[in-house]
């Protein structure tokens, strides 16, 4: 196939595909090394993110828990209150959003650690680990809105997993039996 047999779809994947490389450029390996170091220590982790993000994180919260880790979405009505010897892993991409940030203040005055996963490179005091997933601000983008953000979370969990899974010496049978069955 020719590069003039290609649909604007087609095109629009290539640009994507683009953003998420300049992402993956630009992510410090130290602050996916610090979250995923914390989500190995943590007695349990629980994750909090709203809209779209909220979706990627429970992605996130079921590749963790096929792996071993006890791990719950905040709001959920199964997520127990959370404590000291737990991580608190929140995101937002302007580190701005309400449900979230009254999350990580619950999660510090408890003695959980927290996490923050962000577009912006700004702590807003209420976390022990920063990674920034520099969307729309040092990445540009085409994509609409939160788009590159929530795709780059995505991959960027699955990465992570992937560390977590290989640091704590899981076979991926063991993956697959955690694996939903009731469905």
């Given at each position: 196939?020719?590069?003039?047999?290609?649909?604007?779809?087609?095109?629009?994947?290539?640009v994507i595909l683009s953003e998420l490389r300049d992402i993956a450029d630009a992510v410090d390996p130290a602050e996916l090394q610090a979250l995923t170091e914390a989500l190995i220590a943590a007695k349990r982790v629980f994750f909090s993110g709203q809209g779209r993000s909220g979706l990627m994180v429970r992605a996130i919260a079921i590749?963790?828990?096929?792996?071993?880790?006890?791990?719950?979405?905040?709001?959920?009505?199964?997520?127990?209150?959370?404590?000291?010897?737990?991580?608190?892993?929140?995101?937002?991409?302007?580190?701005?959003?309400?449900?979230?940030?009254?999350?990580?203040?619950?999660?510090?005055?408890?003695?959980?650690?927290?996490?923050?996963?962000?577009?912006?490179?700004?702590?807003?005091?209420?976390?022990?680990?920063?990674?920034?997933?520099?969307?729309?601000?040092?990445?540009?983008?085409?994509?609409?809105?939160?788009?590159?953000?929530?795709?780059?979370?995505?991959?960027?969990?699955?990465?992570?997993?992937?560390?977590?899974?290989?640091?704590?010496?899981?076979?991926?049978?063991?993956?697959?039996?955690?694996?939903?069955?009731?469905?």
């Amino acid at each position: 196939m020719s590069t003039y047999d290609r649909t604007p779809s087609q095109e629009r994947l290539s640009v994507i595909l683009s953003e998420l490389r300049d992402i993956a450029d630009a992510v410090d390996p130290a602050e996916l090394q610090a979250l995923t170091e914390a989500l190995i220590a943590a007695k349990r982790v629980f994750f909090s993110g709203q809209g779209r993000s909220g979706l990627m994180v429970r992605a996130i919260a079921i590749r963790l828990m096929h792996i071993g880790l006890t791990v719950y979405v905040a709001g959920e009505t199964s997520a127990p209150s959370i404590g000291q010897g737990d991580l608190l892993v929140a995101v937002s991409a302007s580190a701005k959003t309400q449900a979230t940030l009254t999350h990580m203040d619950v999660a510090r005055r408890t003695g959980a650690k927290v996490a923050l996963v962000s577009a912006v490179a700004v702590n807003p005091g209420l976390s022990d680990i920063l990674v920034t997933i520099p969307a729309r601000t040092a990445v540009a983008t085409l994509q609409h809105a939160g788009s590159l953000f929530e795709q780059s979370l995505l991959l960027i969990g699955d990465a992570i997993a992937w560390q977590v899974q290989r640091s704590l010496r899981v076979e991926d049978r063991e993956l697959d039996e955690r694996h939903a069955n009731l469905q």
